[in-house]
């Protein structure tokens, strides 16, 4: 059974510095990994999908890493911003029959404060 | 362009009592999700359906039941809700391409309370 931890739990930072959050899968035959973004009382937003074929993924300030062999993601928020204060959730999609069945981690709380 | 959109968003049910939560997507995609979120436990999959017609069981689908009868509503039903159905419910839905499966968009969510 897929299992998949975040790493840290809860993180505060000052504006302005970049840092990364961890993902890690325990089976690595994944389909792709997707990171989210969920604001408190609020769905999630879809941050970055990697395809298992592809190593990382950008968006703005965003980075999305992928190492299959190693079972990690990290996504990178560059200069960060006290409106990226939000709970960030990795989760690893199963491909073929299992038809993008998405195992989520707990998440990692964000606070970045001015 | 709506995206993924449930109602209702919030409700509060006594044990015992029935409901159906409705999502809809207008995006045109295959494949759509029901998930459950709870403290400590995260997001985990109730039941999902790869086309119109057709449903299958996800991870947690006890006191569950899905239907699919048109391509862009997923609806989930409770048919005797109990207490430790008290959650928020997600659904989500995703594009696929050949075998290509696309990234999901996610729904508002639905607060249910059980008493």
């Known amino acids: 059974k897929q299992e998949v931890t975040q790493i840290p739990a809860a993180l505060s930072v000052p504006e302005g510095e970049n840092l990364v959050l961890n993902c890690s899968f325990t089976d690595s035959a994944i389909y792709n990994l997707q990171w989210f973004r969920q604001d408190p009382g609020k769905g999630l937003t879809s941050l970055l999908l990697?395809?298992?074929?592809?190593r990382e993924q950008t968006s703005g300030r965003l980075n999305a890493s992928l190492d299959k062999s190693s079972g990690r993601s990290t996504l990178y928020i560059a200069a960060s911003q006290p409106g990226d204060s939000a709970t960030y959730l990795c989760?690893?999609?199963?491909?073929?029959?299992?038809?993008?069945?998405?195992?989520f981690g707990q998440g990692t709380i964000l606070t970045v404060h001015p | 362009n709506a995206g993924v959109t449930q109602t209702p968003k919030f409700r509060v049910l006594k044990t015992g009592q029935s409901m159906t939560l409705l999502c809809a997507q207008d995006m045109n995609h295959e494949y759509m999700y029901w998930y459950r979120q709870d403290p400590g436990m995260g997001l985990r999959l109730i039941h999902y359906s790869v086309g119109e017609g057709t449903t299958a069981k996800g991870e947690v689908p006890d006191g569950y039941n899905v239907s699919r009868l048109k391509k862009q509503n997923f609806l989930l039903g409770l048919e005797s809700a109990a207490p430790s159905q008290t959650s928020v419910y997600f659904c989500?839905?995703?594009?696929?391409?050949?075998?290509?499966?696309?990234?999901?968009?996610f729904g508002p969510g639905t607060r249910l309370t059980v008493t």
């Open positions: 989760a690893v999609g199963a491909g073929g029959t299992s038809y993008g069945k998405l195992t």
């Open positions: 989500a839905s995703s594009l696929v391409s050949g075998t290509v499966t696309y990234e999901q968009y």
């Open positions: 990697i395809q298992s074929s592809q």
